[in-house]
């Protein structure tokens, strides 16, 4: 079945540390996106990408880095930058144009 | 981006049909209307969307006012596991990216 996963589930880091979150799709879309969710609160877009080697900055960018070196993946970065980086992370992808994404069941990520 | 307005909360019962509102008073023409339903812990599932005409899928319904100011998401026998936060977006057909709300917290009472 064609999906997309996100991995780990949960990840745990000290604060101080980059972490990279991992997103795949195998639905043959070319866009992908990730979002951040704070509890209680809506999704908020950090980068999203349209094509390969190509991506852009979303609302809230700083203090997280993307690449886009295959179609099926577009792995996240929190580094050290970003100053509360706990938050539930979510990733998506779509056909380009006005079709529906499909999201991930998401990263929970804890800085301690 | 254009903006919606949904109501905070709405509250409903078991096998009774519901109407979840939105409103999108600067929309734009090439604007489509989707709505996104996110259970506790999980990522946002796709509903439904629609440009103009209303719309009709194994989930809900979508009715469009004909100055496409508003919308309403149907659910035509709300069941126990509809209760969700959902989520009404305007997506530009040539923009790639949607740009979430708060949404409307739907509780459903056996």
């Known amino acids: 079945d064609g999906g997309i996963t996100q991995s780990p589930k949960y990840l745990f880091r000290k604060e101080g540390q980059n972490v990279t979150l991992s997103c795949e799709q195998n639905l043959n879309h070319d866009a992908m996106y990730w979002y951040r969710q704070d509890p209680g609160q809506g999704l908020r877009l950090i980068y999203y990408s349209q094509i390969v080697n190509d991506f852009q900055k979303g609302d809230i960018a700083e203090g997280y880095s993307v690449s886009r070196e295959k179609k099926e993946s577009f792995p996240l970065t929190v580094t050290s930058a970003q100053k509360n980086p706990t938050a539930f992370y979510l990733c998506?992808?779509?056909?380009?144009?006005?079709?529906?994404?499909?999201f991930g069941s998401g990263t929970r990520l804890t800085v301690v | 981006d254009a903006k919606t307005t949904q109501p905070n909360s709405m509250e409903s019962n078991e096998e009774e049909p519901v109407h979840l509102p939105c409103n999108h008073s600067t929309i734009s023409g090439t604007d489509y209307i989707h709505w996104y339903r996110q259970l506790p812990s999980q990522g946002p599932e796709y509903v439904i969307h629609?440009?103009?005409s209303n719309v009709n899928n194994r989930m809900a319904s979508l009715a469009i006012a004909e100055d496409r100011k508003s919308s309403t998401l149907i659910l035509h026998r709300a069941t126990l596991r509809d209760a969700a936060v959902y989520y009404c977006i305007l997506r530009d057909g040539g923009a790639q990216k949607l740009v979430f709300g708060q949404g409307t917290r739907l509780t459903i009472n056996p």
């Open positions: 629609g440009l103009t």
């Open positions: 998506a992808s779509s056909r380009l144009g006005a079709y529906g994404y499909t």
